[in-house]
């Protein structure tokens, strides 16, 4: 009996601790998230419309071989930013919820968002691989960053 009464306690400590963490502010996550809604209502149904695809009959990736070259490369794009962008969302609301969202992490995740849209807007028009891929780096070391800062951050 004592010890379901000190576990209720321990739940009820956990509670209150996790109603004191303030909101995840806006900024990063929202503007990585717009990005990526950019890319699918401009690119996703209305450039399979116009090659004459049908999204709900798709089956296998070499269906879309039909599209041009440039339809194609935002397609990758897109899914590249379901690659990635994840671990920056981890990053992100890990960094928030253990105290670590401050002006440094912030920074170098706004440094990441900018970096993405950039690759984006390559990607989408010239895309010159080794450009790409520089800012791909670029982008790739601020996740490193905020990662090992939040890897120092952890209570021994």
Avoid at 77 to 89: A, C, D, G, R, S
Wanted: charged share 20%.
């Amino acid at each position: 009996m004592k010890a379901a009464k000190r576990l209720c306690v321990a739940q009820r400590i956990r509670v209150a601790e996790l109603k004191r963490v303030p909101p995840l502010p806006h900024g990063p996550d929202p503007a990585m998230e717009g990005v990526m809604t950019r890319l699918v209502l401009k690119f996703g149904g209305t450039s399979m419309r116009k090659a004459g695809i049908d999204p709900a009959k798709l089956k296998e990736k070499s269906e879309f071989d039909v599209l041009p070259r440039s339809v194609r490369q935002i397609a990758d794009n897109h899914n590249h930013l379901h690659e990635q962008p994840v671990i920056f969302y981890a990053l992100v609301t890990y960094s928030h919820l253990v105290g670590v969202g401050d002006a440094i992490n912030i920074g170098f995740a706004w440094s990441y968002v900018i970096l993405r849209v950039i690759h984006s807007l390559v990607q989408s028009t010239v895309n010159f691989i080794p450009l790409r891929f520089a800012i791909y780096a670029l982008a790739t070391i601020c996740l490193f960053v905020i990662a090992i800062r939040n890897l120092i951050a952890l209570p021994v």
